[in-house]
């Protein structure tokens, strides 16, 4: 496949993967997406947690974001009220029944409807989605309308894949109408090219010594912008900028994935990218090496399938009902990709918004297939001490 080709074909069934816009990756320096949804739809939610973290759209679920310990009900308020730059609102058949009796998401829907009664009429802030052809609460949100008065998103059917992503869109062109516009101009923005700093590798560890001067960054950084600042700026890219992204992505993995093979693959691409800073080579073979470690989740899936190729094994998986529909229809993607990119002449297309994305995916995916594989474990180990 050409670079061309994959540049064309970011839209379709790679989308997903790589981002659904090639080259263009929403940076947000403050406030998420807030997902307000029942316990029995989070296998939905997961496929558009995952369309969204694959534009660079932060979210935020309880799943993630509450620790023990912590008021729920304060920290979802915080959530809500203070940093949701977007609410988005989930029901299905299934949800409406359970929020008949109790349901947690009443509570939010209530908190949601009073910000936007605060809130413009003309900006969008809330919006439903159905996940199947159920009724949305017709919950009154002033001036004379309800809920069922705004335009939903359906995530279900036969359009399902392009209804995500206009959703995707609508969201990111929320966000970038809430950043604050750049200062100068924001076309050209040059990286800076430190002089007496440390270089620090994603796991901070020193890569040069004190007062030494570390090498020079790739000159093909000087055009690439390292996207909005907390301060509303445009920040110029930098290694730091490349090591964060790396550590957000290693946060997604599961405590006891360190030690197991999948895992220091997906240490060495994150090693991979960040050093990208100084030879931007570096970015393809971190996409590659991380795309191997999904391969190697789902041979830890399959131990017995040596020699079965890996998109054979990502149907097993489907067949089985291991990995959704959505989720199965990713991963064959990234082992779409992990085949384009293994030739020099596709690698050219390969952007920063198109790796970062390929990355923080392939790390959910592989959390998803070792959880996979760590329940079909617990599993086993269950019916044989029942056998004995």
Known sequence: MSGGAVRDRCGGRLGPFVGWCPGKLTVVSDGHVFISYARNDADEVDELDLALAAAGIPVWRDTSELWPGDNWRLKIK?????????????????????????????EELVLAIEQLRLRRPDVPWLIPVRFDDCKVPDLEIGGGNTLRSLQWADLFGEEIAKETARLVETVRRILDQRQPAPTGNSAQVTAKRPTN???????????????ATPPEPDARWDNISGG?????????MSFEILAGLASEWAALLPDRMINDGPAKLLAMSRSQFTYSWFNYEFMVTACLTGLQALEAAFRVLYPEAERTPFRALIRRARTEAILSDAIAELADAGAELHDSFSHPRTQTALTLGMSAPMLANTHRLVALVMNAASARDATWRAQSAKET
Do not use: K
């Open 78 to 106: 915080q959530a809500i009220a203070e940093d949701a730059l977007v609410v988005i609102a989930c029901f299905s058949e299934r949800s409406l029944n359970l929020a008949r009796t109790v349901s947690y998401q009443n």
């Open 228 to 236: 909005i600042g907390a301060d509303g700026r445009m920040r110029p």
């Open 197 to 211: 700093v440390r270089a620090v590798s994603p796991d901070g560890a020193g890569m040069t010594s004190p007062g």
